[in-house]
Nanobody
Framework: QVQAKESGGGTVQPGGSLELSCEVS????????IGWFRRASEKDILEGVA?????????????SVKGRFTVAQDSSDPRVGHKMSLKMNTLKAEDSARYYC????????????????????WGQGTQVTVSS
């Protein structure tokens, strides 16, 4: 079975930076799409902010984070799984949310509308608060 686990959340001032990590374990031999989603506490909307494919460098970003966030695959161990990161710069108050890492099996890189696809494996999430 595939599992995703996030870490690295916290509180940061506006304009600051934070890095989230996601460890994806299970079925390491199968290519996956990894998506970062967020849900603000006052909104009932799950927003897809970034996606990456474990089989290559294909990435996607939402307009709200493009140019500020960077998603990457930091390591890949065929025996264990993948470690992904979401580097967030120039953070704004509206970036405050619970961030989730999700995975799905992907033969091909994620499409431009990846956030509408079904991700079957989700982490518990990690809270990011941007406040002065």
């Amino acid at each position: 079975q595939v599992q995703a686990k996030e870490s690295g959340g916290g509180t940061v001032q506006p304009g600051g930076s934070l890095e989230l990590s996601c460890e994806v374990s299970g079925r390491p031999e199968v290519k996956k799409c990894i998506g970062w989603f967020r849900r603000a506490s006052e909104k009932d909307i799950l927003e897809g902010v970034a996606a990456i494919w474990t089989g290559g460098e294909m990435t996607h970003y939402s307009d709200s984070v493009k140019g500020r966030f960077t998603v990457a695959q930091d390591s890949s161990d065929p025996r264990v799984g993948h470690k992904m990161s979401l580097k967030m710069n120039t953070l704004k108050a509206e970036d405050s949310a619970r961030y989730y890492c999700a995975a799905k099996f992907c033969v091909y890189p994620p499409s431009g509308r990846w956030y509408e696809e079904h991700f079957g494996f989700w982490g518990q999430g990690t809270q990011v608060t941007v406040s002065s």
